[in-house]
């Protein structure tokens, strides 16, 4: 996991000190932010997983978020993306920012399977 919940939090020679990924071993990273995935490209990882955005919270009709409370584009405010060679998913939480309410953007606890490739 990085650290966090502030994005100052992440200290780039914190990263540069973990161990490098081990050939054939997975590695997944949990993370606060979705736009903390440039900065820890470097670990390797073949998925990253994080929040922060509410999938965008308040949406427009079909889930197009108005805003997204990341430096990413809107269109990664939510969901499973391919960003190089890691998986991002943002996952929508269930919670919120400022004002108590959603609107076109259900909340969700995502589950994953992973599975063994051979």
């Not at 949406?59 to 269109?75: Q, T």
Request: positive net charge; charged residues 20%.
């Amino acid at each position: 996991g990085l650290p966090g919940p502030a994005r100052t939090d992440l200290d780039h020679a914190w990263i540069r000190e973990l161990p490098r990924r081990l050939a054939g071993v997975p590695r997944i990273v949990l993370a606060h932010y979705p736009d903390m995935l440039a900065p820890a490209q470097e670990l390797g990882s073949d998925l990253y997983l994080c929040g922060h955005t509410h999938g965008g919270q308040i949406c427009l009709p079909k889930g197009a978020p108005i805003i997204s409370h990341d430096g990413l584009p809107k269109r990664f405010a939510r969901g499973l993306h391919r960003v190089g060679p890691t998986w991002l998913n943002v996952s929508r939480g269930f919670g919120h920012t400022g004002i108590p309410v959603r609107m076109f953007c259900p909340p969700e606890i995502t589950e994953f399977r992973l599975i063994r490739a051979d």
